[in-house]
């Protein structure tokens, strides 16, 4: 949170899609989303992504989307890992009364660029792919230790249960402080 130079942290979501991409492996199948909206807060997509992931997993209810955006209930964010940076791509930014020119070069090196990216990622995939299909490790039972005692498996926070963030009026305290 920007509390020296943003003082409104309301934000308007005009459209979120989550779209199959149309790849042929279906075994991992990957999903889009599109966001669109009026403007967005620092990390917030990569908030709201990692919410949806924690939902997708099972370990929160759809209800906690209504309950976190209910800032008299939930005043203050709950701490938790955002989503990775790596996934996420800003495609294009609008503004009124504004027109972004590309000349044709311009155009070419960003399409250029873009496909040997395309390519290095893609090659790298495979190459993980690859390791993954030929890993000769000797299985273990991952639920037993060395010392043949159960592992304790990692417990979900709910993330209302969770620590909070400093709320906008203690973060501007602290600044003029």
């Not at 309301?10 to 909206?37: C, T, V």
């Not at 070419?108 to 290095?120: G, K």
């Not at 993954?132 to 159960?150: A, F, G, P, R, V």
Request: net charge negative.
């Amino acid at each position: 949170m920007d509390a020296d130079n943003v003082h409104n942290y309301r934000r308007h979501i005009i459209s979120f899609e989550i779209l199959p991409f149309n790849e042929s492996d279906k075994a991992d199948q990957l999903m889009i989303m599109k966001i669109k909206g009026s403007a967005f807060l620092w990390h917030q997509v990569r908030c709201m992504v990692a919410v949806l992931f924690l939902i997708g997993q099972g370990l929160e209810s759809p209800n906690v989307i209504d309950l976190l955006l209910d800032i008299e209930r939930t005043p203050r964010k709950p701490q938790f890992p955002m989503a990775p940076e790596i996934p996420l791509v800003l495609q294009s930014c609008e503004f009124e009364g504004l027109k972004f020119i590309c000349s044709s070069d311009t155009n070419q090196a960003l399409n250029e660029h873009l496909e040997r990216e395309c390519r290095s990622y893609k090659l790298q995939s495979a190459i993980f792919h690859e390791a993954l299909l030929n890993s000769s490790c000797i299985e273990i039972d991952n639920n037993i230790s060395s010392d043949h005692t159960k592992k304790k498996g990692a417990s979900h926070i709910p993330l209302l249960s969770r620590p909070t963030e400093p709320s906008y009026e203690e973060r501007r305290k602290k600044l003029v402080a």
